[in-house]
T-cell receptor, first 112, second 110 residues
Framework: ETGVTQSPTHLIKTRGQQVTLRCSSQ?????VSWYQQALGQGPQFIFQ???????GRGNFPPRFSGLQFPNYSSELNVNALELDDSALYLC???????????FGSGTRLTVV | GQQVMQIPQYQHVQEGEDFTTYCNSS?????IQWYKQRPGGHPVFLIQ?????EVKKQKRLTFQFGEAKKNSSLHITATQTTDVGTYFC??????????FGEGTQLTVNP
């Protein structure tokens, strides 16, 4: 079975731009969640999608939005990028009701 | 809001010594999960605890869930250099909101 894959692995954007990060869930998983991890800190929960609907959200502003597609892949969109958005963005998938999340290797976003 | 306190933040041990990290929640949890993140890597699922007072073992790792389901611990016996990394607890609250602890960064001196 394939794991969780994220693209791109690295990205550099300018302040004020918009970015889209992509995630392919592990085969058979129907739930995907996104996290922001600053250097030396724990992952911060952005939101979770189940069956294409957002079913949980952390303390992130509306300029962080997402989508989950029928094949359970997902996108994270961030508008009006700020310097503090520079971080590792992690995607994780799971099967609703089962144990544990499988994480991708992340996208390292740098905003300059 | 929901907070997960995890201590210690850092732990340096000599190879062969034991290591423990603790997570404490401000609310009663339905379950708690533990993850390990190697330097430069991504979190990897270790285990999920669900029952009050539950104790689970994976080789040299022992996981405990408190009787009140508000705290949990991960204990490693006789650490090895392969244990190096940051250990996180993760709690899921109602409304499918997920909160990681701040993590305990473990270094092991050979």
């Amino acid at each position: 079975e394939t794991g969780v894959t994220q693209s791109p692995t690295h990205l550099i954007k300018t302040r004020g731009q918009q970015v889209t990060l992509r995630c392919s869930s592990q085969s058979g998983h129907n739930t995907v969640s996104w996290y922001q991890q600053a250097l030396g800190q724990g992952p911060q929960f952005i939101f979770q999608y189940y069956r294409e609907e957002e079913n949980g959200r952390g303390n992130f502003p509306p300029r962080f939005s997402g989508l989950q597609f029928p094949n359970y892949s997902s996108e994270l969109n961030v508008n009006a990028l700020e310097l503090d958005d520079s971080a590792l963005y992690l995607c994780a998938s799971s099967l609703m009701g089962s144990r544990g999340y499988t994480f991708g290797s992340g996208t390292r976003l740098t905003v300059v | 809001g929901q907070q997960v306190m995890q201590i210690p933040q850092y732990q340096h041990v000599q190879e062969g010594e034991d290591f423990t990290t603790y997570c404490n929640s401000s609310t009663t949890l339905s379950n708690i999960q533990w993850y390990k993140q190697r330097p430069g890597g991504h979190p990897v699922f270790l285990i999920q605890l669900v029952k009050s007072g539950e104790v689970k073992k994976q080789k040299r790792l022992t996981f405990q869930f408190g009787e009140a389901k508000k705290n949990s611990s991960l204990h490693i016996t006789a650490t090895q250099t392969t244990d190096v990394g940051t250990y996180f607890c993760l709690e899921e609250t109602s409304g499918s909101r997920l909160t990681f602890g701040e993590g305990t960064q473990l270094t092991v001196n050979p």
